[in-house]
């Protein structure tokens, strides 16, 4: 089945100690976006690419960086994690991008900041 | 800055019951996307409404997109434990210029057998 893959499901971090999500997707859908989603708050969109066009949103912090080598895979890295960045990181695609297209959600990377 | 409120946040009821929750704001959405989330999994889209006034439905699910495009009801009837999850609106605010969806915090549901 077409879908929406994040490895690792879980990933435990050092404070300040780099570290790498991936995504990846079969859908072959244009735009690829990363959210960041802590416990009872709303998804929080921090970047996504439209093919190879970066968006970045405005209060994303410069911790957080992404790359999109080709149309299937997608990476989150954050430079020097903090505590505060201990959280769901969800990565969701949609076909044609715009603001009636639905989003496809893999199940996301909990990470953890020890 | 636009502001998406949802309510309640958190709702636990019986099997059986029939439900509402809502999505708010002060600002007009052109579209507004219902979506569900399980423990431990991805936001799973479950309509898009996009007229003012539309009224969609899937089985036991009722969406309404208010007139004036601020608002959207989704009411359950007959809940059952398998509804159990978020139920997270996502709105696109037309005064904007952002090219990506506007997430709200969310209504717990917890649907008890």
């Known amino acids: 089945d077409a879908m929406v893959i994040q490895n690792p499901r879980y990933q435990v971090t050092q404070f300040g100690k780099p570290v790498t999500l991936s995504c990846s997707q079969t859908l072959n859908h244009n735009v690829m976006y990363w959210y960041q989603q802590k416990s009872s708050q709303a998804p929080k969109l921090l970047f996504h690419?439209?093919?190879?066009?970066?968006?970045n949103e405005a209060d994303t912090p410069d911790n957080f960086q992404s790359r999109r080598p080709n149309t299937s895979f997608c990476f989150l890295d954050i430079r020097s994690p903090g505590l505060g960045d201990a959280a769901m990181y969800l990565c969701a695609t949609s076909r044609i991008g715009g603001l009636n297209s639905p989003l496809h959600f893999g199940n996301g990377t909990r990470l953890t900041v020890t | 800055t636009q502001l998406l409120e949802q309510s309640p946040q958190f709702l636990s009821i019986q099997e059986g019951e029939n439900l509402t929750v809502y999505c708010n704001s002060s600002?007009?959405?052109?579209?507004l996307q219902w979506y569900r989330q399980e423990p431990g999994e991805g936001p799973v889209l479950l309509v898009t409404?996009?007229?003012?006034?539309e009224v969609k439905k899937l089985k036991r699910l009722t969406f309404q997109f208010g007139d004036a495009r601020k608002d959207s009801s989704l009411h359950i009837t007959a809940a059952q434990p398998g509804d159990t999850g978020l139920y997270l609106c996502a709105v696109a605010f037309m005064d904007t210029g952002r090219r990506a969806l506007t997430f709200g915090s969310g209504t717990r549901l917890q649907v008890q057998p």
């Open positions: 409404v996009v007229t003012g006034g």
């Open positions: 600002s007009v959405f052109s579209s």
């Open positions: 690419y439209y093919d190879k066009d970066f968006n």
